[in-house]
């Protein structure tokens, strides 16, 4: 199969599949160590300018084997402990990786599929903090290396709202933004804060079937 069908099974598979979170997910992916007060990444739908910002951040990840993704958490700042109480959704992205950043006109991250989110207000050594989780995903998808993100409706504010944190791990390459409301010129995929990554966790199930029923549907429609 190749990327694009990848690409596109992938998202369908959100709103085929039911959204009850697996049983004893496990962490698939884990870059979830950050500063709450330390440096970060416009990740949210927030409108447009002058008052708003909408910027999509999405993180690479690898997968050494077939994977189910279930559930995504990201991580904000608090500057404002209500900010989370008005998101209750947001989109997704899962886009094959081939280069340093996504590809434009290609990855699209404006029509990524829509899906439940809750932000819960916490609190850490370093201070208050959100954790951003989009469950009940079921994202069905082989070994390789990916583009992954969950970017909210978000309420917006002097700078287009919370900042998704930057993790304390590196690994791979850098995230990469797309920021919809670009000027002068069309939006494309940028490096924003080089040498940072953005902070995630990912879990679900692997090894999985490679050919679920869910699955075959989905690869039969791209074939």
């Keep these: 199969m190749n990327k694009a069908a990848i690409r596109f099974a992938a998202l369908a598979l959100v709103a085929l599949v039911a959204v009850a979170p697996i049983a004893n ?3 698939i992916w884990d870059q979830s160590t950050f500063d709450p ?3 970060g990444f ?3 739908i927030s409108g447009g300018p002058p008052f708003g910002m909408t910027v999509y951040t999405v993180a690479d990840v690898t997968l050494t084997g077939q994977c189910v993704v279930d559930c ?3 991580y904000y700042s608090a500057l404002d402990p209500g900010w989370g109480g008005a998101i209750s959704q947001g989109v997704v992205n899962v886009f094959p990786r081939t280069g340093a950043l996504p590809i434009d006109g290609t990855d699209n991250p404006t029509v990524g599929a829509v899906v439940p989110m809750t932000a819960t207000l916490m609190s850490g050594a370093g201070g208050e903090y959100f954790a951003l989780t989009a469950c009940g995903l079921n994202i069905n998808l082989p ?4 583009w992954i993100s969950i970017t909210p409706n978000a309420p917006s504010g002097p700078g287009g709202g919370e900042l998704a944190l930057g993790s304390t791990t ?6 990469a933004s797309y920021d919809q409301y670009a000027f002068p010129g069309p939006p ?7 040498g940072l990554d953005i902070a995630i966790k990912i879990e679900g199930s692997c090894p999985v079937s490679t050919e679920t029923s869910t699955w075959g549907k989905v690869k039969s429609l791209y074939r």
């Design 72 to 74: 995504v958490t990201m």
């Design 143 to 146: 070994a390789g290396d990916y």
């Design 25 to 27: 997910a496990t962490t």
């Design 188 to 194: 494309a995929w940028f490096v924003f804060n080089p």
């Design 42 to 44: 416009f990740n949210t």
């Design 37 to 39: 007060l330390g440096a």
């Design 170 to 175: 590196y690994l791979g390459v850098d995230p």
